[in-house]
């Protein structure tokens, strides 16, 4: 199984994109599934979280203004980002974790905020 992440794009500070992450088949077992960010010559921080339950968190900065979502019959994760600012250019990164321990990653999507 795969995760395949898309709508990374440029856009202006206060400007939003939305993220998607779907898988290319049934992950079992799924625990949680979230979103990581990566800027350049910083370490991967993790952004968002949503749990088997449907609870989220969230990284301190992006509190109110990301959120995170699925659709669990496209088996896709999403992460809503409004009044993006330039310290959120970074390269995502969406995860699914099980409780089984397996943790799966995307490839990346890059994001780039224009002041």
């Known amino acids: 199984v795969q995760l395949q992440a898309s709508g990374g794009g440029v856009v202006q500070a206060g400007g939003s994109l939305r993220l998607s992450c779907a898988a290319s088949?049934?992950?079992?077992?799924?625990?949680?599934r979230g979103w990581y960010r990566q800027a350049p010559g910083e370490e991967r921080e993790l952004v968002a979280t949503?749990?088997?339950?449907?609870?989220?968190t969230y990284e301190d900065s992006v509190k109110g203004r990301f959120t995170i979502s699925r659709d669990i019959r496209k088996n896709t994760v999403y992460l809503q980002m409004n009044s993006l600012k330039p310290e959120d250019t970074a390269v995502y990164f969406c995860?699914?974790?099980?409780?089984?321990?397996?943790?799966?990653w995307g490839q990346g999507t890059l994001v780039t905020v224009s002041s």
């Open positions: 949503i749990l088997n339950n449907g609870m989220t």
């Open positions: 088949g049934k992950i079992v077992g799924v625990n949680v």
């Open positions: 995860t699914t974790k099980t409780v089984y321990g397996r943790l799966y």
